[in-house]
C-alpha cells in the first residue's frame, strides 16, 4: 500500500517536471515568434516610410524587450518549478 503510494507520487512529480519544461519551451518559441513578428512589421513600415526608421526601430526595441522580459520571467518560473 505504502509503497503503491509513493509510485503514484513520484509518478506525479515527473509529470509536474516534463510539463514545466513543455511550459520553458512554449515560452521561448512564443517569444521568438513574437519578436519576429515585430521584427517584420517594422521592417515593413521603415520600407513605405524611410523617414521615419529611427522612431519605428526603437519602439521596435522597446517592444521586444518588453517580450524577452515577459519570457525570461516564463521561462524562469518554469525552471524553479522542475528544481524546487
Not at 519551451?25 to 515585430?38: E, S, T, V
Request: glycine share 14%; aromatic share 4%; proline share 1%.
Amino acid at each position: 500500500m505504502l509503497g503503491m503510494m509513493l509510485l503514484q507520487a513520484a509518478a506525479g512529480a515527473a509529470l509536474g517536471k516534463v510539463g514545466a519544461a513543455v511550459g520553458a519551451a512554449i515560452a521561448a518559441l512564443a517569444a521568438a515568434i513574437g519578436i519576429g513578428k515585430i521584427g517584420h512589421a517594422t521592417m515593413e513600415s521603415i520600407a513605405r516610410q524611410p523617414e521615419s526608421a529611427g522612431n519605428m526601430r526603437t519602439s521596435m526595441i522597446i517592444a521586444a524587450g518588453m517580450i524577452e522580459g515577459a519570457a525570461l520571467f516564463a521561462i524562469i518560473v518554469c525552471l524553479l518549478t522542475i528544481f524546487f
